[in-house]
């Protein structure tokens, strides 16, 4: 009702710190290191997450933009069973020499740790690859999503590659580029997420609630 919506406990739980993520998080983001080098120079490794469905595609988009682009070690894409374009992302996949596709990944932490860099969505999967200290280009893909992602762009966590309906191959191949052989550009990036999402947004939440 109108009341709840403006009383103080609503709008004291508003924000990145109050992220509910599993508590396997909290863990990852005890272990994940902000002055962890990166090896840009022999080849960044990059991970493209679009979320499980992916309804509108982004994933072959990126892929397309990245299969002439020098430079990156290794392409790793992560999509659910179920994703809508799931078999032609396959097929594209098997003809770039450097990637591979993971269906259903059953550890994304250890993904998160293993990329220097990801191209993903704005949901809740920001939230975790911020936890995890994963530097981040982000495609926004729906409006409920922009807060999280103006937070996170407006403290250097991550950059924009701007709207799904928009999404540009040159743009993605230069913000990509930017951060090859810059083990600066990817720290500062991985610090300011790891600052941002803790992983113990749940327990805050309880104690404000007097749990």
């Known amino acids: 009702n109108p009341a709840a919506a403006s009383s103080p406990v609503e709008h004291e739980l508003f924000g990145l710190e109050y992220a ?13 290191r902000p002055d962890q080098k990166s090896t840009p120079g022999d080849g960044l490794q990059l991970l493209i997450a679009m979320g499980a469905r992916d309804t509108k595609n982004v994933t072959a988009a990126v892929l397309d933009a990245c299969r002439i682009l020098p430079g990156l070690r290794e392409i790793r894409v992560i ?70 992602v103006k937070s996170a762009l407006d403290a250097g966590a991550v950059g924009l590659l701007g709207d799904v ?37 749940a327990p805050r939440v309880a104690l404000r609630l007097g749990r």
């Open 79 to 148: 999509m659910g069973a179920h994703a809508d374009h799931l078999d032609a992302v396959r097929a594209q996949v098997e003809n770039i020499d450097n990637a591979c596709l993971l269906v259903d990944c059953r550890d994304m932490i250890a993904d998160y740790h293993r990329a220097d860099l990801t191209v993903g969505a704005g949901g809740v999967s920001l939230l975790e690859r911020l936890c995890c200290g994963l530097p981040a280009l982000v495609v926004g893909q729906s409006r409920n999503q922009l807060g999280n």
């Open 20 to 32: 509910l993520l599993d508590a396997a998080f909290a863990k990852a983001h005890e272990q994940a």
């Open 165 to 201: 309906d928009t999404l540009d191959g040159n743009r993605i191949r230069e913000e990509i580029k930017t951060f090859m052989g810059s083990n600066t550009a990817l720290s500062n990036m991985r610090k300011s997420g790891l600052a941002l999402v803790d992983g113990r947004g």
